[in-house]
């Protein structure tokens, strides 16, 4: 999703039922990890993505 979003790359979006919502652009990507094991893995990760629809009907 990194290099789509890098790129531009339109994405198609899918919701949990398989319903399909159009091609989309990712213009900005997030992350945030906390709550560290031991091993370094994290135990939180927090998402933030911003999106504007793409194409004739955006």
């Known amino acids: ?3 789509a ?3 531009g790359t ?3 979006m899918v919701d949990g039922t398989g319903r399909v919502w159009g091609l989309w ?3 900005d990507l997030r ?3 906390a ?3 031991a091993n370094g893995v994290p135990r939180k990760l ?3 993505i911003k999106l504007v629809a ?3 009907d955006a």
């Open 35 to 37: 709550v560290f094991l």
């Open 1 to 3: 999703m990194r290099e």
């Open 5 to 7: 979003a890098d790129a």
């Open 31 to 33: 992350e945030t990890q």
């Open 25 to 27: 652009c990712i213009l």
């Open 46 to 48: 927090e998402f933030s």
């Open 54 to 56: 793409y194409g004739e």
């Open 10 to 12: 339109p994405l198609e």
